[in-house]
């Protein structure tokens, strides 16, 4: 049973650049959430999306845009790049459908590691 | 404006005897909280759960404690291993007000504990 599957595993861009990061959640989990770490913090809630909408939404300006595809996929787009952007992006995939006696806990991938120059 | 706390950055014990890793929060709307475990190069992994209605919760070596009225939750790790060094990370989530699930997770910024043989 795979778990939840990030790509790149690194990635390098210049300030202004675009990025995009993807993600697959666990089988059986219809619901993923992005995170940022930067380093020496704790993960910070993006956003999340169900049912190919974005439901909840943390403090990040809209240059921090998702998508989820009909098969649970997502991706996580960030637009005019800054330095302050260079963190690790993690994706946790739960399940709303079974959500309920702790079946609702999130389970993360290995991370995107962005750097931003 | 740091609603979950993890004052202790670092801990260091010897193999075989207990580790307590502590947690702080302010948000009175947490109602459920989670200990995760983060290795270097990995994505954080659950390791265990406690829903407010309850102040104690055990899986075998890792048991979470809840006091509600201090608003402090400690993970015991007994008997520690060197395996388990790595970074734990204390989060917390407000379930009711998340349409009872998918709840975004609020993190502290982790202490990395580290078990010496």
């Known amino acids: 049973d795979a778990g939840v599957t990030q790509s790149p595993t690194h990635l390098i861009k210049t300030r202004g650049q675009q990025v995009t990061l993807r993600c697959s959640p666990k089988?059986?989990?219809?619901?993923v959430s992005w995170y940022q770490q930067a380093l020496g913090q704790g993960p910070q809630f993006i956003f999340q999306?169900?049912?190919?909408?974005?439901?909840q939404r943390g403090n990040f300006p809209d240059r921090f845009s998702g998508h989820q595809f009909p098969n649970y996929s997502s991706e996580l787009n960030v637009n005019a790049l800054l330095l302050g952007d260079s963190a690790l992006y993690l994706c946790?995939?739960?399940?709303?459908?079974?959500?309920?006696?702790?079946?609702?806990?999130?389970?993360f991938g290995p991370g995107t590691r962005l750097t931003v120059l | 404006d740091q609603q979950v706390k993890q004052n202790s950055p670092s801990l260091s014990v010897q193999e075989g005897r207990i580790s307590i890793l502590n947690c702080d929060y302010t948000n009175s709307m947490f109602d459920y909280f989670l200990w995760y475990k983060k290795y270097p190069a990995e994505g954080p992994t659950f390791l265990i759960s406690i829903s407010s209605i309850k102040d104690k919760n055990e899986d075998g070596r890792f048991t979470v404690f809840l006091n509600k009225s201090a608003k402090h939750l400690s993970l015991h790790i007994v008997p520690s291993q060197p395996g388990d060094s790595a970074v734990y990370f204390c989060a917390a989530s407000a379930r009711k007000n998340s349409g009872g699930s998918n709840y975004k997770l609020t993190f502290g910024k982790g202490t990395l504990l580290t078990v010496n043989p």
């Open positions: 946790a995939s739960s399940s709303r459908r079974l959500a309920g006696d702790g079946t609702d806990t999130q389970y």
């Open positions: 999306y169900y049912e190919e909408e974005e439901r």
């Open positions: 089988s059986g989990h219809d619901t």
